[in-house]
T-cell receptor, first 112, second 116 residues
Framework: GEDVEQSLFLSVREGDSSVINCTYT??????LYWYKQEPGAGLQLLTY?????DMKQDQRLTVLLNKKDKHLSLRIADTQTGDSAIYFC????????????FGQGTELSVKP | DTEVTQTPKHLVMGMTNKKSLKCEQH?????MYWYKQKAKKPPELMFV???????INESVPSRFSPECPNSSLLNLHLHALQPEDSALYLC???????????????FGQGTRLTVV
């Protein structure tokens, strides 16, 4: 079945790197996504990675994908207080009509 | 422009009321979605429209009725809701034919619905 899991909380100091982890179970995943949600707001698409890639970098964000272990991570370099939010990983599966399967979300707290 | 606009931002309605949520995008996307999100939980898919046709209904109760008048607009009509339907309702859109690959979905800011 489809299942995406994340740890619920992460706390870091401003300027440190943050690493948010995600595991998924469905091997038919085609694309994997990272979304950010600030309090009271919608979801902001941060980045995505195709399932045949290992890594994608976009400014302060680095996504690593270990397809064998079905493990996805998001690294945020030089974390700022404005990065405090809930981060969701999500997967889309071929021929599932565009449905996104979300993890539970990781609440990132950045302390000055 | 990667904006999906939802109105209203907040809505309080009684259990006998009829109301509608609206969503608009001008990115030329051909797939549009309704998600429901309860507090501290991930979004849950409700409906998918592909090329203005309903392609997925995730067994949503009939008191929620979606409508896609054209490729830029998506409505969600609400009738006889229950207090447990109170949640953040999120609209999203994506460019590609959903299910064929990249569901790079852009979300609106949501409508926070309270049913009293």
């Amino acid at each position: 079945g489809e299942d995406v899991e994340q740890s619920l909380f992460l706390s870091v100091r401003e300027g440190d790197s943050s690493v948010i982890n995600c595991t998924y179970t469905d091997s038919s995943s085609t694309y994997l996504y990272w979304y950010k949600q600030e309090p009271g707001a919608g979801l902001q698409l941060l980045t995505y990675i195709f399932s045949n890639m290992d890594m994608k970098q976009d400014q302060r964000l680095t996504v690593l994908l270990n397809k064998k272990d079905k493990h996805l991570s998001l690294r945020i370099a030089d974390t700022q207080t404005g990065d405090s939010a809930i981060y969701f990983c999500a997967e889309s599966i071929y021929n599932q009509g565009g449905k996104l399967i979300f993890g539970q979300g990781t609440e990132l707290s950045v302390k000055p | 422009d990667t904006e999906v606009t939802q109105t209203p931002k907040h809505l309080v309605m009684g259990m006998t009321n009829k109301k509608s949520l609206k969503c608009e995008q001008h990115m030329g996307h051909r797939a549009m979605y309704w998600y429901k999100q309860k507090a501290k939980k991930p979004p849950e898919l409700m409906f998918v429209y592909s090329y203005e046709k309903l392609s997925i209904n995730e067994s949503v109760p009939s008191r929620f009725s979606p409508e896609c008048p054209n490729s830029s607009l998506l409505n969600l009509h609400l009738h006889a809701l229950q207090p447990e339907d109170s949640a953040l309702y999120l609209c999203a859109s994506s460019q590609d034919d959903p299910g064929q690959g990249n569901t790079e979905a852009f979300f609106g800011q949501g409508t926070r619905l309270t049913v009293v």
